[in-house]
C-alpha cells in the first residue's frame, strides 16, 4: 500500500471517487472550480476507485453551484440560481424556533422545484423531515449516484439546521432513512451519522427528538448568508468529527463504524478498513477479541439499546440485519442466555 492509499484508507468519512462519476463527469465547467478539476481531470480515479474526504466533496459542491450557477449543481432541469439558499435562510431567520424553520424549509423548496417532495411530520414524539423524491425529475438516472446524492443532502440539511440553531444537533438526532438497500458501499461518508440507519425505508429523512422543535432560531437577520455559509457550516462539522475519531476511534470502534454500515463479512471489513484479513486479526488480537466475538458484541448492545428505546423485536431483528426475528431471537439467547423478552421484563423490573 503506498502513501497516498494509506491516507485515504485513514480517512473516516470518505466518497468514492466512483460513486459520483456524473459529479465529476460534468462538461464544460470553469477553470476557477479547482478542487473540481482536481479530482475529475484525474484520469486514474475510474480504474482505482479512488476516495476523496468527504469535506472535500462539499468543497467541490460549493464550486460547482457558483460554476454552474444552479445550487442544485445540475441536479434538476430546474435550476436554482445562486442566491437562492440566501434568501430562504433570510426567511428563517424570522422563524420563532427549529420546527417553524423546518417547516418553511420544506415550503420552501418545495415551490423552487415545483413538487411536494418535502415535509415535516411529528410522529410518535419525534420531530421528522421527510424527503419523497420519488417523482422528482432526476437529470441524473443513476440510482447509486442519486443515494449517495441524497444521503448527503440530509448532511447538508443537518448542517442548515445546526446553523439556524447554533447547536451540535446530532445529540438530538434519533434516526437516518435511506432509499438504499443494505449492504457494502464503496463511501463510506454515512459514518459520519452516530444513529441507527433504516435501510430501504423508501425516503430519505432525519428524526430528531420532539425537544429540537423548540430550540431558537439565531441567525442574525441583518447579516446577509449564502449557500456558502452553509457549505463551510457543513465541512468544519464534518472535520470535528474526523478528527475526534482519527485521535479516538480504536479497531474495533472503527469495526463498529463498518458494521453501521451493513458491512459484516470478515474480508469486506478487513478492506474497509485498509488492512488484509490476517492484519485485521492480529489487530484484534491486540484488543483480546476476534471478528467473530466482536460482532455479536455490537450486535448485542445495539439489540438492547433498541428495545430499551421502545422498538418492537421485528423491526429491531431488521435493523440489525437478521432475515427474521426468529433467526433474532436465537442469536440474542445465545448472547444472554434469555430471550428478548426476558430482557425487556428485566430492564421492567428495574
Known amino acids: 500500500m503506498n502513501t ?75 435550476h436554482l440560481i445562486p442566491g437562492t439558499t440566501g434568501y430562504i435562510i433570510s426567511n428563517i431567520a424570522n422563524c420563532q424556533n427549529l ?16 413538487g411536494s417532495y418535502n415535509r415535516v411530520e411529528i410522529k410518535n414524539g419525534y420531530l421528522l423531515y421527510i424527503i419523497d423524491d420519488t417523482m422528482f425529475p432526476y437529470v441524473m438516472k443513476s440510482e447509486d449516484y442519486i443515494h449517495i446524492t441524497m444521503e448527503c443532502v440530509l448532511i447538508y440539511l443537518q448542517g442548515l439546521l445546526s446553523y439556524s440553531t447554533s447547536c451540535d444537533l446530532l445529540p438530538l438526532l434519533r434516526k437516518v432513512y435511506t432509499k438504499r438497500t443494505r449492504g457494502p458501499l464503496n463511501s463510506n461518508h454515512m459514518s459520519y451519522w452516530n444513529v441507527p ?14 425537544s429540537a422543535a423548540k430550540l431558537p432560531i439565531t441567525i442574525d437577520p441583518d447579516h446577509v448568508s449564502s449557500s456558502a ?30 458494521l453501521e454500515q451493513g458491512i459484516v463479512k470478515q474480508d469486506e471489513v478487513a478492506k474497509y478498513l485498509g488492512y488484509s484479513v490476517a492484519t485485521l486479526k492480529r489487530r484484534l488480537a491486540v484488543e483480546n477479541t476476534t471478528f467473530r466475538q466482536h460482532v455479536a458484541d455490537v450486535l448485542n448492545e445495539k439489540a438492547k439499546v433498541l428495545m430499551s428505546q421502545g422498538m418492537h423485536i421485528n423491526d429491531v431483528a431488521d435493523e440489525l440485519g437478521f432475515s427474521d426475528f426468529r433467526s433474532f431471537i436465537r442469536a440474542f439467547k445465545n448472547w444472554n442466555t434469555i430471550t428478548p423478552t426476558m430482557y425487556l421484563k428485566t430492564i421492567d423490573i428495574k
Open 197 to 210: 440507519i433504516r435501510y430501504q425505508a423508501g425516503k430519505y429523512a432525519l428524526m430528531y427528538d420532539l
Open 99 to 114: 420546527e417553524t424553520a423546518m417547516r418553511l424549509i420544506a415550503k420552501s423548496y418545495n415551490v423552487l422545484h415545483g
Open 4 to 78: 497516498k492509499q494509506k491516507q485515504q484508507s485513514r480517512d473516516i468519512f470518505s466518497v468514492s471517487q466512483r460513486d459520483i462519476k456524473p459529479l465529476l463527469d460534468m462538461n464544460p465547467v470553469a477553470s476557477s472550480a479547482k478542487l473540481f478539476h482536481k479530482y475529475a481531470d484525474n484520469k486514474k480515479r475510474m480504474s482505482h476507485n479512488q476516495l476523496m474526504p468527504l469535506s472535500d466533496y462539499f468543497r467541490i459542491l460549493r464550486e460547482l453551484s457558483v460554476a454552474l450557477q444552479d445550487e442544485t449543481i445540475h441536479l434538476s432541469p430546474r
Open 229 to 258: 455559509d452553509i457549505y463551510e457550516h457543513v465541512i468544519t462539522m464534518i472535520s470535528q468529527i474526523d478528527d475526534t475519531h482519527k485521535t479516538m476511534v480504536d479497531i474495533k470502534g472503527r469495526i463498529s463504524l463498518a
